[in-house]
């Protein structure tokens, strides 16, 4: 069964403080890896899809990196609006006709500090 | 990417009763997804929904609890049938989108049993 971790489940940094959200995956072979952004009431918001050991991406101050274990959601000198919940999905290599699932995980809340 | 609207929005049902949700999206899709994010949970698929066939429903997830309706390539809706407090979550639909822009979300349907 694929299962997705993550942690911390919550993380507060203060303006301009760095760090790293981490995924952890088990999946029979793995399609993609998903990271969304969701604020309160609202549905996730797409960030970054990476689908292969080694590969990276990045949008203003966020990074997203992939290892054959975990991703890393790296966030650079955040700003308050940088606040809000981030979310990690996997879709497995085998799928059904008409199945593609996606499995996330618990989400990590992230809070900046002004 | 494609917009998706959701209603309603927010609901605070009778147990017992029913509830319909819809989900409008603004380009033709193949394939429309309804998941639940539980409290503190993370998202759960129920079923994919395929036009002019049978939604293929997750395991723990049954058609006379979550009857799916698909007319169109831009529509769907789920019912969440004989609503239990259990049954209080939010309740998203998604799509598939480009490769640049992942699975799109609506923005929830936030589901109170009373």
């Known amino acids: 069964e694929d299962q997705v971790t993550q942690s911390p489940e919550a993380l507060r940094l203060q303006e301009g403080e760095s760090s790293s959200l981490n995924c952890s995956y088990t999946?029979?072979?793995?399609?993609?890896l998903f990271w969304y952004r969701q604020d309160p009431g609202k549905g996730p918001e797409f960030l970054f899809t990476?689908?292969?050991a080694g590969e990276e991406k990045e949008k203003e101050r966020l990074k997203a990196t992939l290892t054959k274990k975990e991703s890393f959601l790296h966030i650079t000198a955040p700003k308050p609006e940088d606040s809000a919940t981030y979310l990690c999905?996997?879709?497995?290599?085998?799928?059904?006709?008409?199945?593609?699932?996606?499995?996330f995980g618990t989400g990590t809340r992230l809070t900046i500090i002004p | 990417s494609a917009v998706i609207s959701q209603k309603p929005s927010r609901d605070i049902c009778q147990r017992g009763t029913s509830l319909t949700i819809q989900c409008q999206v603004d380009?033709?899709?193949?394939?429309m997804f309804w998941y639940r994010q539980q409290p503190g949970q993370s998202l759960t698929l129920i079923a994919t929904?395929?036009?002019?066939?049978?939604?293929?429903?997750e395991s723990g997830f049954v058609i006379d609890k979550f009857p799916i309706s698909r007319p169109n390539l831009t529509f769907s809706t789920l019912t969440v049938s004989n609503m239990s407090p259990e049954d209080s979550s939010i309740y998203l639909c998604?799509?598939?989108?480009?490769?640049?822009?992942?699975?799109?979300f609506g923005s929830g349907t936030r589901l109170t049993v009373v």
């Open positions: 929904a395929n036009q002019g066939s049978e939604a293929t429903y």
């Open positions: 999946v029979s072979g793995l399609r993609g």
């Open positions: 999905a996997v879709q497995p290599g085998r799928t059904n006709f008409g199945n593609e699932k996606l499995t």
């Open positions: 380009s033709q899709v193949t394939m």
């Open positions: 998604s799509v598939k989108g480009t490769e640049n822009y992942g699975y799109t």
């Open positions: 990476l689908y292969s």
